[in-house]
């Protein structure tokens, strides 16, 4: 089975522009979380969606959203970019129906904002 | 005091060595326990998870849970220069949530 997939891997934007990642979960599963990884540190969480449903945020600005599509999969959208944005986007896809939330990554996307 | 503290390395070990990784967390709530690896330019790969007090074993990784000291640990056993990595640990509070990181290892084995 394909893993996570994410798009684009790399992108360069400038300050005050709007972004839009995209993933695409494991096939059956209909969880996915958005994390942000500084260079140096553990991955932040930033969203998660089940159901097309937000089920949690983390403690982001508003100008990050996300949604989730009747697929499963899902975009992360940041506006109005800040040069603390750049950061390896990662997304990651859960079944709900196991026992333990075990969460599985996508490549990720690299951004960097100039 | 950090959610997720992990100790803060870099660690570096000899080829076939045992390398200890070390995570406490503050959330008494804390229900489940993952073990990441993150080689450079690379996204988190689960290595392993525990949910019970004890020893849970695969392979050549030994992940340690002690709920009442609130410590979480990883042991590498015959470490090999393949396992040079990052290795993150991560907790959750049971259900569905979030994940919440340490800051990661950095682990070197040397040949």
Redesign the interface.
Request: aromatic share 24%; hydrophobic share 35%.
């Given at each position: 089975d394909a893993g996570v997939t994410q798009s684009p891997t790399h992108l360069i934007k400038t300050r005050g522009q709007h972004v839009t990642l995209r993933c695409s979960p494991i096939s059956g599963h209909k969880s996915v979380s958005w994390y942000q990884q500084v260079l140096g540190q553990g991955p932040q969480f930033i969203f998660q969606y089940y159901e097309k449903e937000e089920r949690g945020r983390g403690n982001f600005p508003d100008r990050f959203s996300a949604r989730q599509f009747p697929n499963y999969s899902s975009e992360l959208n940041v506006n109005a970019l800040l040069l603390g944005d750049s950061a390896l986007y990662l997304c990651a896809s859960s079944d709900r129906d196991r026992e333990v939330n075990e969460q599985f990554f996508g490549p990720g996307t690299r951004l960097t904002v100039l | 005091q950090k959610e997720?503290e992990q100790n803060s390395g870099p660690l570096s070990v000899p080829e076939g060595a045992i390398a200890s990784l070390n995570c406490t967390y503050s959330d008494r709530g804390s229900q489940?326990f993952?073990w990441?690896r993150q080689y450079s330019g690379?996204?988190?790969?689960?290595i392993m998870?525990i949910?019970s007090n004890g020893d849970k074993e695969d392979g050549r990784f030994t992940a340690q849970l002690n709920k009442a000291s609130q410590y979480v640990s990883l042991l590498i056993r015959d470490s090999q220069p393949s396992d040079s990595a990052t290795y993150?640990c991560?907790v959750?509070r049971g259900?569905?949530?979030?994940?919440?990181?340490?800051?990661?290892t950095i682990l070197t084995v040397h040949p």
């Open positions: - | 997720v489940s993952f990441y690379k996204s988190p790969e689960l998870f949910y993150l991560a959750n259900g569905y949530g979030k994940l919440t990181f340490g800051q990661g």
